[in-house]
């Protein structure tokens, strides 16, 4: 009698480890399954500080319910350059929120996103960055991601965050082939030319000018300014010429739609809160 009740055991977890790993099948139809199918993959990175004072403290936060709400990322890369995952990259992770580029919404549906253990008024460490580019060569490669859509959370968000700060070093992503930023040799911008259209083009959400624009000057000029400044239209006029070379076969809103799963209507966002 006792070996049957441990068989019958063993047989209910096999079978609920079955259920759990199956994909959902809706009732209301009759399954018949074709192989002709993929994993949803990620087509923007955002990049991330936390905020806080130790890569422990972050990862406390990123596994558990905080008093903020849940809140994850794929990825946590500690100031000493150690890497640790969270989430797999074909999940939706929580850290992106309200937040849009390039006209698409949802990017927690489309996006890898990757912590960075930095309280956000200080520079990044160089193990950390050397790290960080490891990773994003990595994730490009695997994921097939443009290079170019490496952005920060401020990008998509520039009237809530602002991580990962006015002292990450966007320009050495660049020169090692990660973001965008101005090459310097394409000149004065044309007679007529529309920085607004352009800041649009390279991806921002113009809902709050304001905000975009300081979102803007965070990323490529290190400040936080509201209000256009002298040699913005040099920049932007350099980044809408990098965008409109891209080749066919490599468009620049490139990104899956769809979500994966349903999280709370502001999930992402709160890691700002003990976090961010």
Same mark, same amino acid.
């Given at each position: 009698?006792?070996?049957? =009740?441990?068989? =019958?055991?063993?047989?209910?977890?096999?079978?609920?480890?079955?259920?759990?790993?199956?994909?959902?099948?809706?009732?209301?139809?009759?399954?018949?399954?074709?192989?002709?199918?993929?994993?949803?993959?990620?087509?923007?990175?955002?990049?991330?500080?936390?905020?806080?004072? !130790?890569?422990?403290? *972050?990862?406390?936060?990123?596994?558990?319910?905080?008093?903020?709400?849940?809140?994850?990322?794929?990825?946590?890369?500690?100031?000493?350059?150690?890497?640790? #995952?969270?989430?797999?990259?074909?999940?939706?992770?929580?850290?992106?929120?309200?937040?849009?580029?390039?006209?698409?919404?949802?990017?927690?549906?489309?996006?890898?996103?990757? /912590?960075?253990?930095?309280?956000?008024?200080?520079p990044?460490?160089?193990?950390?960055?050397? !790290?960080?580019?490891? =990773?994003? *060569?990595?994730?490009?490669e695997?994921?097939?991601? #443009?290079?170019?859509?490496?952005?920060?959370?401020?990008?998509?968000?520039?009237?809530?965050? +602002?991580?990962?700060?006015?002292w990450?070093?966007?320009?050495?992503? *660049? /020169?090692?082939?990660?973001? !965008?930023?101005?090459t310097?040799?394409?000149?004065?911008?044309?007679?007529?030319?529309?920085?607004?259209?352009?800041?649009?083009?390279?991806?921002?959400?113009?809902?709050?000018?304001?905000? *975009?624009?300081?979102?803007?000057?965070?990323?490529?000029?290190?400040r +936080?300014?509201?209000?256009?400044?002298?040699?913005?239209?040099?920049?932007?006029?350099?980044?809408?010429?990098?965008?409109?070379?891209?080749?066919? !076969?490599?468009?620049?809103?490139?990104?899956?739609?769809?979500?994966?799963?349903?999280?709370?209507?502001?999930?992402?966002?709160?890691?700002?809160?003990?976090?961010r």
């Amino acid at each position: 009698m006792r070996l049957l =009740l441990l068989a =019958l055991a063993f047989a209910a977890v096999a079978l609920a480890g079955c259920t759990t790993t199956s994909p959902p099948r809706n009732p209301l139809a009759e399954w018949h399954a074709s192989p002709n199918h993929g994993p949803r993959r990620a087509r923007v990175i955002v990049l991330h500080h936390t905020a806080m004072d !130790s890569a422990e403290g *972050a990862l406390r936060v990123l596994q558990t319910g905080n008093a903020g709400g849940p809140v994850s990322s794929h990825y946590l890369i500690g100031d000493d350059g150690r890497r640790y #995952q969270l989430v797999s990259e074909q999940a939706r992770a929580w850290h992106a929120g309200d937040s849009s580029w390039a006209g698409i919404s949802d990017l927690n549906s489309t996006s890898i996103g990757i /912590e960075l253990d930095n309280n956000g008024h200080e520079p990044f460490s160089e193990a950390q960055i050397q !790290s960080l580019l490891v =990773l994003l *060569a990595d994730i490009v490669e695997r994921n097939g991601i #443009q290079p170019h859509l490496v952005v920060g959370h401020g990008d998509i968000a520039p009237t809530k965050k +602002d991580d990962p700060s006015a002292w990450f070093p966007w320009q050495r992503l *660049a /020169e090692a082939g990660f973001g !965008s930023w101005p090459t310097g040799g394409v000149g004065l911008p044309p007679p007529g030319f529309d920085p607004w259209a352009a800041l649009r083009l390279v991806g921002y959400d113009l809902a709050d000018p304001g905000a *975009a624009l300081a979102a803007f000057h965070r990323h490529y000029r290190g400040r +936080d300014d509201r209000t256009w400044l002298p040699g913005d239209d040099v920049i932007l006029h350099d980044l809408q010429v990098q965008l409109m070379a891209l080749p066919a !076969s490599a468009p620049r809103t490139d990104m899956a739609q769809g979500s994966i799963g349903t999280p709370p209507p502001d999930a992402g966002e709160r890691l700002n809160s003990p976090v961010r």
